[in-house]
């Protein structure tokens, strides 16, 4: 290729350069998904990939052989020889909260991996033994399974609490268990009616049994806990946002917005960079008050520093299948599931037409297979001229077949978290499987991310970090094998796993598509210059191997944000 005119930048030298242009050029002229499968392009004359990418300014301005970029003007470039590595775009969370996960998780009790109740009670005791007596304890994690066939209360935790407030969340961020003390501290003493499927569970007698379902519940107790001071939040998401860099993400789609959140990015860039670009999307609450909500949102988009901005708005219509609060074509097997977060439904589909209206993107979690069609029927029923953005779906957890085609067929991006799959047990006897039947259609129609790149949708990956592990590499090896990292169990639902190909494309470019920039996520002259530097090849090693391989750079807008030591 001819060499760039102007005095280079940066130079990376590698073994190959993964481009992504081949499947770029696919996802924008494909009818369906074979076209998709399309390969990255050779060198012009030759059979090799290209081995290395300058960048100017920010952006790539060439990409070639190793001796192409022997004749490019490095006068004043950094250039670094990267061996045999493998060069792609950077990778690209799609859904995650990594400022509120920096948080909230920090010096937190975690209970992912416990086998049971007792366990649980056990780890709680000696957290608490280590804190004062009003000192809240706060637990992540914790898996619905060791409730199957039985109720959800703080009973068999109360005692380890010892009279202290503190909360257990549950593995889905939907639902907490809260302690005798916290409950009272919240003025929780009952039921209440919150216009939508947030409850506050309560025994025979009316009393609460310290099971809060859904935001508008929870958040009565967790806004008691006190905010970490400023400048200690400042330092986690600083370190938070390294550790992504670290994977190899380059960007993240935070999903939601906390009080402050803009504060500490700014306070960050301050005194230096983020180390990878964050991209926020406040959270509109169904019981949020409209005209004012409207009026924020509004007020709020293109709020940015360099690497972060507010852009886009999320939702959630419905909740989770583990506790009830999915919204389901049909009742799951406790009865629940028919009813959405957002009621009535027409103000949903009011607030996205209005957000349309004035060109404003949307992503709305949908997890249950009636909440998946009511947004699509929602796009669908825009009018012409209010179709200029795009509104996404996130997590799509089961979908029939007659849902799959027409997320294509309306351009609306499904940004998926296969990790999330991983709930399920061979036996059936997770709770998922448990609440929408075992052997069931709905059951097994889970997490289809292969049926929809097949059918032509566009397939964004995400971690949905603090909720599931955010590493990139392990993001992009279950999304191949559908296994967890370092996991003996069987694959789950193996018929729904991506080729490596398609999962580059899904966690680089398909992730800028989903927010209306085709133009970013690949390694082409011309595309913002983030890119990945693996040691491995993404796309030719074993994918357990790659989950584990270094990762050599990160850079984000044409400057290292992440060097291997």
């Given at each position: 290729m001819s060499a760039p005119i102007q005095p280079l930048d940066l130079v990376l030298l590698g073994?190959?350069?993964?481009?992504?242009?081949?499947?770029?050029?696919?996802?924008?002229?494909?009818?369906?998904?074979?076209?998709?499968?399309?390969?990255?392009?050779?060198?012009?004359?030759?059979?090799?990939?290209?081995?290395?990418?300058?960048?100017?300014?920010?952006?790539?301005?060439?990409?070639?052989?190793?001796?192409?970029?022997?004749?490019?003007?490095?006068?004043?470039?950094?250039?670094?020889?990267?061996?045999d590595a493998t060069i792609t775009a950077g990778f690209v969370d799609a859904h995650?909260?990594?400022?509120?996960?920096?948080?909230?998780?920090?010096?937190?009790?975690?209970?992912?991996?416990?086998?049971?109740?007792?366990?649980?009670?056990?780890?709680?005791?000696?957290?608490?033994?280590?804190?004062?007596?009003?000192?809240?304890?706060?637990?992540?994690?914790?898996?619905?399974?060791?409730?199957?066939?039985?109720?959800?209360?703080?009973?068999?935790f109360a005692e380890a609490f010892g009279g202290r407030p503190g909360y257990l969340l549950l593995f889905d961020g939907h639902s907490v268990i809260a302690s005798p003390r916290a409950l009272e501290l919240a003025g929780i003493d009952g039921p209440r009616d919150f216009g939508n499927n947030s409850s506050i569970e309560v025994y025979a007698d009316g009393t609460p049994t310290g099971y809060l379902i859904e935001s508008d519940a929870e958040l009565l107790v967790t806004d008691l806990f006190p905010r970490m001071p400023f400048a200690e939040r400042v330092e986690a998401v600083r370190n938070k946002l390294a550790d992504f860099a670290a994977t190899?993400?380059?960007?993240?789609?935070?999903?939601?917005?906390?009080?402050?959140?803009?504060?500490?990015?700014?306070?960050?860039?301050?005194?230096?960079?983020?180390?990878v670009r964050v991209r926020v999307s406040p959270l509109w609450r169904a019981s949020d008050p409209w005209e004012e909500t409207l009026e924020r949102?509004?007020?709020?988009?293109?709020?940015?520093?360099?690497?972060?901005?507010?852009?886009?708005?999320?939702?959630?219509?419905?909740?989770?299948?583990?506790?009830?609060?999915a919204w389901l074509f049909e009742p799951d097997t406790r009865g629940g599931g028919l009813d959405p977060y957002w009621s009535p439904t027409e103000l949903f589909t009011r607030t996205i037409h209005t957000l349309a209206e004035r060109g404003i993107q949307t992503a709305t979690h949908a997890i249950g297979d009636r909440a998946v069609e009511f947004v699509l029927d929602t796009v669908a029923s825009l009018p012409e001229h209010a179709r200029g953005v795009t509104h996404r779906i996130e997590h799509i957890e089961t979908i029939p077949d007659h849902l799959v085609p027409r997320f294509a067929e309306l351009g609306v991006p499904a940004s998926m978290q296969p990790i999330h799959a991983f709930c399920k047990r061979p036996d059936g006897l997770d709770m998922w499987t448990t609440l929408l039947g075992a052997g069931s259609e709905?059951?097994?129609?889970?997490?289809?991310?292969?049926?929809?790149?097949?059918?032509?949708?566009?397939?964004?990956?995400?971690?949905?970090?603090?909720?599931?592990e955010f590493d990139a590499r392990r993001v992009f090896a279950a999304t191949i094998t559908r296994k967890r990292h370092g996991s003996g169990a069987p694959a789950v639902d193996a018929h729904q796993a991506l080729t490596p190909e398609r999962t580059l494309a899904a966690i680089t470019h398909n992730c800028w598509i989903a927010i209306d920039r085709p133009d970013a996520g690949i390694v082409d002259p011309g595309a913002v210059a983030d890119l990945a530097v693996f040691a491995l090849d993404p796309l030719t090693s074993d994918p357990e191997r790659f989950a584990e391989s270094p990762v050599l750079l990160s850079v984000v807008g044409g400057k290292v944000s992440h060097r291997a030591h």
């Open positions: 073994g190959r350069v993964h481009s992504g242009v081949a499947c770029a050029a696919a996802a924008a002229t494909a009818a369906g998904g074979a076209a998709a499968l399309a390969g990255d392009p050779a060198l012009p004359g030759t059979s090799a990939l290209p081995e290395a990418v300058g960048v100017r300014d920010g952006r790539i301005a060439a990409v070639g052989s190793r001796a192409d970029a022997a004749t490019w003007d490095a006068t004043r470039a950094e250039v670094i020889d990267l061996g995650v909260h990594p400022l509120s996960g920096a948080e909230s998780r920090h010096e937190a009790l975690m209970l992912h991996g416990c086998e049971s109740v007792a366990e649980v009670a056990e780890r709680i005791a000696e957290f608490a033994a280590h804190r004062g007596p009003d000192e809240w304890i706060r637990g992540f994690g914790l898996s619905f399974d060791l409730f199957v066939g039985s109720e959800l209360t703080n009973a068999p190899g993400y380059t960007s993240l789609h935070q999903m939601n917005m906390e009080e402050g959140d803009i504060d500490v990015l700014r306070a960050i860039e301050e005194t230096g960079e983020l180390a949102i509004v007020a709020l988009q293109g709020t940015a520093g360099r690497r972060w901005e507010v852009e886009g708005v999320k939702f959630m219509l419905d909740g989770s299948i583990d506790n009830g609060s709905r059951a097994n129609n889970a997490w289809r991310v292969a049926d929809l790149d097949r059918a032509g949708a566009i397939v964004a990956l995400g971690s949905d970090w603090p909720v599931e």
